[in-house]
């Protein structure tokens, strides 16, 4: 279902950020939802294609797989840094992008919470 809201998304909707990398954003009821499947399929590209990222990879998910507990100082944090480095992991917006992506998330924003007086006397909803 949520592939089938996201689809229908894209298609009636225009991305907020158009280039280098599509950027959708959409509303859900606590906030907004940021839509980077494009930036993290350009990364993902990036590890398949490039041997020495892809070897890095593969030695993090091994890690992972045989790491029993948390250790701050494991190996796979190291590998994780490196593969981050070499994919990079930002998503440029440039120019009037800048001003777009902003107007659209101030657009989708919650509205601020109301606070009714009879709420601030003594007892209050909470009585």
């Not at 859900?28 to 350009?42: A, N």
């Not at 992991?89 to 009879?118: C, H, N, S, T």
């Given at each position: 279902?949520?592939?089938?809201?996201l689809i229908l998304h894209r298609l009636l909707r225009r991305p907020?950020?158009?280039?280098?990398?599509?950027?959708?954003?959409?509303?859900?009821?606590?906030?907004?939802?940021?839509?980077?499947?494009?930036?993290?399929?350009?990364?993902?590209?990036?590890?398949?294609?490039?041997?020495?990222?892809?070897?890095?990879?593969?030695?993090?998910?091994?890690?992972?797989?045989?790491?029993?507990?948390?250790?701050?100082?494991?190996?796979?944090?190291?590998?994780?840094?490196?593969?981050?480095?070499?994919?990079?992991?930002?998503?440029?917006?440039?120019?009037?992008?800048?001003?777009?992506?902003?107007?659209?998330?101030?657009?989708?924003?919650?509205?601020?919470?109301?606070?009714?007086?009879?709420?601030?006397?003594?007892?209050?909803?909470?009585?």
């Amino acid at each position: 279902m949520n592939r089938l809201r996201l689809i229908l998304h894209r298609l009636l909707r225009r991305p907020a950020v158009t280039g280098p990398a599509r950027i959708y954003v959409r509303r859900i009821p606590t906030g907004v939802m940021l839509d980077l499947e494009h930036p993290i399929s350009r990364a993902i590209t990036a590890i398949a294609d490039d041997e020495e990222l892809l070897g890095l990879f593969l030695e993090y998910a091994a890690d992972r797989a045989a790491a029993s507990g948390h250790d701050g100082h494991a190996p796979e944090a190291l590998r994780l840094e490196q593969i981050l480095r070499g994919v990079g992991f930002e998503a440029p917006v440039y120019g009037e992008q800048v001003a777009a992506l902003a107007e659209r998330l101030r657009a989708l924003a919650p509205a601020p919470a109301v606070v009714i007086p009879a709420q601030r006397r003594e007892g209050g909803a909470a009585a």
